[in-house]
T-cell receptor, first 113, second 114 residues
Framework: EDKVVQSPLSLVVHEGDTVTLNCSYEVTNFRSLLWYKQEKKAPTFLFMLTSSGIEKKSGRLSSILDKKELFSILNITATQTGDSAIYLCAVGHYGGSQGNLIFGKGTKLSVKP | GAVVSQHPSWVICKSGTSVKIECRSLDFQATTMFWYRQFPKQSLMLMATSNEGSKATYEQGVEKDKFLINHASLTLSTLTVTSAHPEDSSFYIC??????????FGPGTRLTVT
């Protein structure tokens, strides 16, 4: 059965800390791995990863995919209180419904001032 | 980027009534749309895949007669929760696929059934 596992499920840090969020997967016909940030409403897109070893960066956030070991990490440096959210990892796969994503349970990040 | 809208963003209804939620792709066409449900402190769970011009595909455990999906055009899919009960209270989110495996989410609809 396809699955996406995120760890930790919950994390509390202080402003300025660096955090690493993990996402491992077992998905047939892997297509892409996506990271989303979810605050009060629908998820907002962060990154889409399709190739191993190529880091994607956006400001203080970065992510990388390892297709051999079947995992991805999301790094956030110099965290701010506005980074507090649930971070969702999702994997898209070929076959079945086009674009269907399998979500992990999310990591709840709390950044204290 | 592509935009997906949902309406309403928030709805309260009485137990036993039906509620319709609309999902629109505003600047692109979507032959497929997805409906997710999210309970508090849980992740998104796929309910069904909406296909333009054909029947929706439901995930295991989702009652197709309770959650009616109509994908009447290339820009509109609707989810109707029939005979809603308090346990149907949840956050419903739709999405539409873009290129390369991207997916664009609507802002979500908060349903509260009293």
């Amino acid at each position: 059965e396809d699955k996406v596992v995120q760890s930790p499920l919950s994390l509390v840090v202080h402003e300025g800390d660096t955090v690493t969020l993990n996402c491992s997967y077992e998905v047939t016909n892997f297509r892409s791995l996506l990271w989303y940030k979810q605050e009060k409403k629908a998820p907002t897109f962060l990154f889409m990863l399709t190739s191993s070893g190529i880091e994607k960066k956006s400001g203080r956030l970065s992510s990388i995919l390892d297709k051999k070991e079947l995992f991805s990490i999301l790094n956030i440096t110099a965290t701010q209180t506005g980074d507090s959210a649930i971070y969702l990892c999702a994997v898209g796969h070929y076959g079945g419904s086009q674009g269907n994503l399998i979500f992990g349970k999310g990591t709840k990040l709390s950044v204290k001032p | 980027g592509a935009v997906v809208s949902q309406h309403p963003s928030w709805v309260i209804c009485k137990s036993g009534t039906s509620v319709k939620i609309e999902c629109r792709s505003l600047d692109f066409q979507a032959t497929t749309m997805f409906w997710y449900r999210q309970f508090p402190k849980q992740s998104l769970m796929l309910m069904a895949t909406s296909n333009e011009g054909s029947k929706a595909t439901y995930e295991q455990g989702v009652e197709k007669d309770k959650f009616l999906i109509n994908h009447a055009s290339l820009t509109l899919s609707t989810l109707t929760v029939t005979s809603a009960h308090p346990e149907d209270s949840s956050f419903y989110i739709c999405s539409a696929p873009g290129t390369g495996g991207m997916q664009y989410f609507g802002p979500g609809t908060r349903l509260t059934v009293t």
